[in-house]
């Protein structure tokens, strides 16, 4: 079955640690995306990519890193500089066809305490 | 600026009656939406979409109105059903292709009651 790994699915940190959450597609997509939700606020996009080796900021990229060394796999670290991490973190990817839908994953509820 | 605004928080429908969920947009540029249904703790999945050449677009018990000249839609679900309570995110595709990204509304939950 294609589709969007996300994993964990819960995740606790302590404040000022790193931490990266990770996100697979079996679905062949070249883009993929990050989003962030939080209550009242939507979902937020944190960086994109729309190839391999290359990704943009989207609105809220500030405390966040990101890679896209292989076309399945989006990892999204988390650093201590993001100064409210504590929010529903979703990956999403789509295929190279324009207005195309997004697919998402599950989401990692992350908790920085 | 959010230039994509679903106004109502929450909706609140009998099981058999009419849901209208709206969503309200600035950009004039955009020329395409796209509804999304996102249940508790799992991710969004893709509903139902209008292309602005369009007024209506129906799928089954979905049905989207685009209306260009007041930047509004909204999606109708008729007969509404237990099963339909999520909460409802409207969205809309911007920029070039190489650098396009989804604007998400603020999303309104819908609970259907007995």
């Known amino acids: 079955d294609g589709g969007i790994t996300q994993s964990p699915k819960y995740l606790f940190r302590k404040e000022g640690q790193n931490v990266t959450l990770s996100c697979e597609q079996n679905?062949?997509?070249?883009?993929m995306y990050w989003y962030r939700q939080d209550p009242g606020q939507g979902l937020r996009l944190i960086y994109y990519s729309q190839i391999v080796n290359d990704f943009q900021k989207g609105d809220i990229a500030e405390g966040y890193s990101v890679s896209r060394e292989k076309k399945e796999s989006f990892p999204l670290t988390v650093t201590s500089a993001q100064k409210n991490p504590t929010a529903f973190y979703l990956c999403?990817?789509?295929?190279?066809?324009?207005?195309?839908?997004?697919?998402f994953g599950n989401g990692t509820r992350l908790t920085v305490t | 600026d959010q230039q994509v605004k679903q106004n109502s928080p929450s909706l609140s429908v009998q099981e058999g009656r009419i849901s209208i969920l709206n969503c309200d947009y600035t950009?004039?540029?955009?020329?395409?939406f796209l509804w999304y249904k996102k249940y508790p703790a799992e991710g969004p999945t893709f509903l139902i979409s209008?292309?602005?050449?369009?007024d209506k677009n129906e799928d089954g018990r979905f049905t989207v109105f685009l209306n260009k000249s007041a930047k509004h839609l909204s999606l109708h679900i008729v007969p509404s059903q237990p099963g339909d309570s999520a909460v409802y995110f409207c969205?809309?595709?911007?920029?070039?292709?190489?650098?396009?990204?989804?604007?998400f509304g603020t999303g309104t939950r819908l609970q259907v009651f007995p």
């Open positions: 999403a990817s789509r295929a190279g066809l324009i207005n195309s839908p997004l697919h």
């Open positions: 950009n004039s540029m955009f020329d395409y």
């Open positions: 679905l062949n997509h070249d883009a």
């Open positions: 209008i292309s602005s050449i369009k």
């Open positions: 969205a809309a595709p911007w920029g070039s292709y190489n650098t396009d990204k989804l604007i």
